[in-house]
């Protein structure tokens, strides 16, 4: 193993991860960590020195683990590349852990600060405001635009079945950062085609991102509603247009694992512009959205005490809104509505279906007697869960429609 | 087009947004066949109750403004405002008499009041027809 591909492997999470934590707050300059203020004392020299010690908080945390990782992985306590890795992987998880407890400390003391200051009587608590027609016009880039990355699953699939019978019995299924092949599986058409299937469940859920994109809440500034509904439509169209680049850029490259596992069974070197491309994308995205995120924050929105339902500054629970998707208080996206029970499907079906996947792994369809074309197996549990899938897809699709509707 | 809604106002909020829809369909600025927002979300841009918005919608439907389809949701009226008829003309006398009362009781003189209603009347008009006010 190169030791600069360890590096880099382990490096480059663990730096997304602490730049992510670090500029959390100056994403969301509306609601820093996670508290609402007034429009005209989001700079107030308070939240300014919070912000500056939070971050330098978060790098000393960064520094220590880093630091003890790399003690760790020098003076041989644990041996072994996959050992090491695991270790890079431990430390980006103790970061994040760590970065969780300082944001929770520096939410209480926002808390305390907006009360001392005695912020909640100078907010906006009376005015609402939204645009009609917002949700109507297009503001997400429209299901037609997943077509691509449906063809190249298509063709994927394609090929693999093509290729079916000229496959080895065993194909590789598994491989480590080095890119040798550490686990092999029978050939079914299940292990064949079990990348394809997870690229279809991906696109999915990346339609369904989308979806929620376009029908999240959209509070409007009362005193400037047509500006802020044009900062908030191209701040949503732009997020809408990185998740369709992102997601087919994964695609390609689980098709690209995928032809390197069937028809190369090797993977020397590629391992890491495969797996670091998407997160570099993502990096450079972020960046982006971050600064329009910024320009956005000049509007104002209704606050009605609203801090009592975001728990610990980030889980919003408020059994009284209807509303499901909303904007997260404290970095950028949206997250849900964990008081209705809709939201719990959303956020856990697609891990659920994810962990299904492997059932399909056994040999689901068989040749007809015929000798011509294939039939499902009913007697294979893997078989159920893609007669699931199917039908989970097309419920999706209707609830979609339903929510449009009355 | 744009709702406000006040929320501690006096006024309840799903009369507001009453109001507010109808006068949009009155100056145009609401064209006929244009669709509303599903109570859901409406309800959710605003952060009020579900009811709220269904009772401003059912009070929307129920003078003809607005037509409810099962599958397209609310859609503005398309075929044909309702007509000013004789049932509505008394329903409108009855609405303005309790206002037309607590004028008189203030001692303001019938010119004063009609100002004030021919004002309000003219500036719809005018943003109706794209004038300047």
Redesign the interface.
């Known amino acids: 193993m190169n030791n600069m591909t360890q590096w880099i492997i382990n490096l480059v999470p663990f730096l997304l991860v602490a730049v992510a934590l670090i500029s959390t707050p100056y994403a969301s300059l509306r609601t820093p960590f996670g508290v609402s203020v007034p429009a005209d004392e989001r700079h107030h020299p308070a939240i300014r020195a919070l912000r500056k010690s939070y971050a330098l908080m978060i790098s000393a945390a960064a520094v220590v683990a880093a630091l003890i990782v790399a003690l760790l992985g020098s003076t041989g306590v644990v041996e072994g590349t996959n050992k090491q890795s695991l270790l890079g992987v431990g430390a980006t998880l103790l970061l994040m852990l760590v970065g969780f407890a300082i944001f929770v400390w520096y939410h209480r003391r926002m808390l305390t600060l907006k009360e001392q200051e005695g912020w909640q009587k100078r907010m906006n608590n009376r005015y609402a405001a939204a645009q009609l027609s917002f949700h109507n016009s297009p503001v997400t880039y429209g299901i037609v635009w997943f077509i691509p990355h449906l063809v190249v699953i298509a063709a994927c699939a394609f090929i693999a079945v093509l290729s079916y019978d000229s496959l080895p019995d065993v194909i590789p299924t598994h491989f480590d950062w080095d890119g040798t092949v550490t686990d092999w599986s029978e050939k079914t058409w299940g292990s064949v085609l079990s990348l394809n299937i997870i690229q279809l469940i991906m696109t999915v859920i990346m339609v369904f991102v989308n979806w929620t994109i376009r029908w999240s809440r959209a509070s409007l500034d009362p005193n400037k509603p047509e500006q802020s509904a044009q900062a908030e439509r191209k701040y949503r169209r732009s997020t809408s247009l990185f998740i369709l680049v992102f997601s087919f850029l994964l695609i390609l490259m689980m098709g690209w694992v995928q032809a390197i596992s069937l028809y190369e069974r090797r993977m020397e070197g590629s391992m890491v512009i495969v797996s670091m491309l998407p997160l570099i994308v993502a990096g450079v995205w972020m960046v982006w959205l971050f600064r329009m995120n910024r320009e956005r924050s000049q509007f104002d929105r209704i606050s009605r005490d609203q801090d009592r339902h975001w728990k610990l500054g980030t889980l919003y629970w408020n059994p009284e809104d209807p509303a499901i998707f909303v904007e997260k208080r404290s970095g950028i996206g949206w997250t849900i509505n964990f008081a209705r029970p809709s939201a719990w499907l959303v956020l856990f079906g697609p891990i659920i279906l994810i962990a299904l996947v492997p059932l399909i792994d056994s040999n689901i369809m068989v040749r007809k007697s015929t000798g011509l074309g294939w039939r499902f197996d009913y007697t294979q549990v893997g078989t159920w869960v893609v007669l699931a899938l199917i039908v989970i897809l097309v419920a999706g699709v209707l609830l979609m429609r339903r929510f449009r509707g009355r | 087009?744009?709702?406000?809604?006040?929320?501690?106002s006096d006024v309840p909020i799903y009369t507001q947004l009453t109001n507010q829809?109808m006068e949009?369909i009155a100056t145009g600025e609401?064209q006929p066949g244009?669709?509303?927002?599903?109570?859901?979300?409406?309800?959710?841009?605003?952060?009020?109750?579900?009811h709220t918005v269904n009772k401003a919608y059912t009070i929307l439907k129920d003078s003809g403004f607005i037509q409810?389809?099962?599958?397209?949701?609310?859609v503005v009226q398309s075929g044909g405002m309702p007509p000013a008829d004789d049932a509505y003309k008394e329903r409108l006398a009855e609405a303005l008499r309790p206002m037309a009362a607590e004028s008189l009781g203030r001692g303001m003189s019938l010119e004063d009041w009609l100002t004030i209603c021919r004002a309000s009347f003219e500036q719809l008009k005018a943003k109706r027809e794209g004038r300047p006010i």
């Open positions: 087009m744009f709702v406000r809604i006040d929320l501690e829809i949009g609401l244009e669709a509303l927002p599903s109570v859901r979300s409406l309800a959710a841009d605003l952060g009020i109750n579900l409810i389809h099962r599958q397209k949701g609310a």
